[in-house]
């Protein structure tokens, strides 16, 4: 049995859906999931969750993200990337921007803000896809949601193209950044390439190319799940009956598995370099609630 975290080169052309359908079929039809979409043109680091550690979705998919990427003022498309349609022109003005100033208009955006999300994309409203809404030719009003930029660096100018590197909080649109940051600067614009190189401690280095992802090569790269959880704390779980028990989820109380402190944060109870379960502590009972348990070696 495959279980663990592989580090995908998603190639571009390919949805997220895609690429994961493709490793599951490549390692024998296991269990597949992902920690964060990334769109067709994109491409770079896809988190793929295999069997067990499709688990771990909602705790991966909470990490932060790097990118490297390019940009064209004074065009906006209606998908805010190149695989769109093409709804403005405004050349005159994007040839107006010079460095300093596209490097100004940049740093407005490095810290914590609000953004709202493009029509094509996978989130649910009223129980459809924006993206299905939008195809049919019809905009919503979305909610605009928090973000923080930590870092939105111009890279290279040739105008009226721009590469640039950024870092910022799950969730985050680089189509939406590029499109906001052309509307500040008065002419438009949008994404034309991505890579993201970097999702939580997962990075460029440790990804196989989708072309080579078959079973010995993954199980070469394949990050364990307690590894892969490596920005939680870690509680060691003593003695085969008491891991046993914690990876059947039986009730009990913190006490029974450690003489610390409960913990007031989620934890990852282990036993060596085996992952037993996520778990946090009632602070009124001093019970141990389960988040995820997962299947004993």
């Known amino acids: 049995m495959i279980d663990g975290v592989l580090v995908v080169d998603k190639p571009a052309g390919r949805t997220s859906h895609q690429v994961v359908a493709e490793v599951s079929r490549r390692l ?11 769109d067709p043109m994109a491409t770079g680091v896809l988190v793929v969750l295999v069997g067990e550690a499709t688990k771990l979705a909602a705790v ?5 993200k790097s990118y490297d990427g390019e940009l064209e003022l004074g065009v906006e498309t209606d998908t805010l990337d190149a695989d769109g349609q093409v709804v403005r022109e405004r050349r005159a003005q994007a040839a ?5 100033g596209l490097e100004a208009a940049m740093a407005r955006f490095v810290g914590a803000g609000r953004q709202t999300p493009p029509m ?3 989130i649910r409203q009223g129980g459809r896809r924006l993206h299905e809404i939008a195809r049919a030719g019809v905009e919503v009003e979305r909610a605009a949601r928090p973000v923080e930029i930590t870092r939105f660096d111009l890279v290279g ?3 009226p193209r721009a590469s ?3 870092d910022c909080s799950k969730g985050t649109y680089v189509r939406s950044l590029v499109a906001d940051l052309g509307e500040a600067l008065g002419c438009g614009g949008h994404l034309t390439r991505l890579r993201r190189t970097r999702s939580g401690p997962f990075d460029l280095s440790r990804a196989l190319p989708l072309a080579e992802v078959e079973p010995d090569s993954a199980a070469a790269r394949l990050v364990s799940l307690a590894d892969s959880v490596g920005h939680l704390r870690k509680v060691e779980v003593e003695g085969a009956g008491l891991a046993r028990a914690v990876s059947t989820g039986k009730p009990m109380k913190w006490n029974d598995l450690s003489s610390d402190p409960a ?3 989620t934890v990852a109870l282990v036993a060596g370099d085996a992952l037993l379960a996520l778990a946090e502590v009632d602070p009124e009972t001093g019970r ?10």
Not at 28 to 38: D, I, N, P
Not at 288 to 296: E, G, L, N, P, S
């Open 263 to 265: 913990p007031s944060e």
């Open 157 to 159: 100018f040739d105008p």
């Open 164 to 166: 640039f590197a950024v």
């Open 28 to 38: 024998g039809r296991v269990k597949t999931g992902h920690a964060g979409t990334l």
């Open 288 to 297: 141990v609630r389960y988040r995820r348990v997962f299947r004993a070696a």
């Open 96 to 100: 107006a921007i010079d460095r300093a």
């Open 60 to 64: 991966l998919t909470a990490d932060a």
């Open 120 to 122: 094509y994309s996978a």
